[in-house]
């Protein structure tokens, strides 16, 4: 269940970050930013629940080596990646805006 909710709360996030990008392309930044949050929010449940496996591994416990396991960290990282390129894809938004208001 544990590998269930780090792929369904980082892929809502992936999502999040996505809607976010494109709110921003059409100037929208407050919901922009809204977004961001929220898929913040939803990352970091998906963040701590593979970091409770990470500790129960350390502490002696061995995490279920699958396919399903290898999928949640590849959306894991993925989404933080994807959080990454949002945040600088809503600057350049912002900074384009800005540039068009003058």
């Known amino acids: 269940m544990v590998i ?17 990008i494109q709110e ?6 407050v919901r ?8 913040e929010e939803s990352f970091l449940k998906g963040h701590h629940a593979h970091g409770d496996l990470v500790q129960k591994e350390a502490a002696g416990e061995p995490a279920p080596t699958s396919l399903l396991l290898m999928h949640a ?3 894991l990282m993925s989404a933080e990646g994807f959080r ?3 945040e600088e894809f809503i600057d350049v938004y912002k900074r384009f805006e800005q540039t068009n208001e003058r």
């Open 4 to 20: 269930f909710e780090i792929i369904t709360s980082v892929g809502n996030a992936r999502s999040l970050y996505i809607e976010a």
């Open 24 to 29: 921003a392309k059409q100037g929208n930044f």
């Open 32 to 39: 922009s930013e809204e977004l961001l949050k929220e898929g």
């Open 73 to 75: 960290e590849d959306q």
């Open 84 to 86: 990454i390129l949002a």
